[in-house]
Every structure is written in structure tokens, then in C-alpha cells.
């Protein structure tokens, strides 16, 4: 069911042309906290707006929805991979508006 709904269109499709490298290049791989997995966190964004989730519901929808662990190609079964604050959320989108970045999630090539 998974793979037949939403859920395997946005892994195979969507997900796979998300542009993370325009993104990557505002996190250092030696300083500060790891980073969240681009393509699961950008992917987030995209999902919170589809179903226009609040900040809060979307946190909820990372953390517990199968749904969105498999769209998200989140395998492992971690608080770690399945955890988002917040903040790594404001951040992640403050970084796509800041650098115009919609237009290149609005217009990916399905």
C-alpha cells in the first residue's frame, strides 16, 4: 500500500529531485551539530505544506507516521532519524526562503 499510494510516489519521484546540493552548502560537515538528512528534512517542508500541517503537527507526523518514514526513505528505527525540533525545522526552512530556493522545490521535474 505503501508503495502503491502517495507514500512510494514521493520516495520514487519526488523525493530522489529535491535540491539538497543547493542547500548542503550551508552546513559544515566539522562544526556544530550534525545535520538532519537534506533529502528527509526538505522533503518535510514539502509534505508540511502539502497537507498544511502546523510546525508542530508536521514535528508529530516525522516522528510517529509511516507514511512519512517510508516517503521520507527513513529506514532506521531511531529517535535520532526520527526526530526533528523545532528549530532544525525554522532553520531548514529559513534557508529555502532566504535563497529564493521555492521555486526550484515548486518546479521539480516529476
Known amino acids: 500500500m505503501l508503495d502503491a499510494g502517495w507514500p512510494g510516489l514521493f520516495r520514487e519521484q519526488i523525493l530522489p529531485s529535491i535540491p539538497v546540493n543547493k542547500v548542503g552548502k550551508y552546513f559544515n560537515a566539522t562544526f556544530g551539530r550534525p545535520t538532519k538528512e537534506l533529502y528527509s ?7 508540511q505544506q502539502t497537507f498544511d500541517f502546523t510546525d508542530e503537527e508536521t514535528i508529530q507526523q516525522y516522528a510517529f507516521n509511516i507514511q512519512w518514514h517510508y516517503s521520507l526513505n527513513i529506514s532506521e528505527e531511531t529517535d535520532d ?15 529555502v526562503a532566504q535563497n529564493n530556493l521555492e521555486d526550484d522545490i515548486n518546479n521539480l521535474k516529476l
Open 41 to 47: 528534512m526538505l522533503g518535510a517542508l514539502i509534505l
Open 81 to 95: 532519524a526520527k526526530y526533528i525540533s523545532l528549530k532544525t525545522l525554522w532553520n531548514n526552512r529559513n534557508i
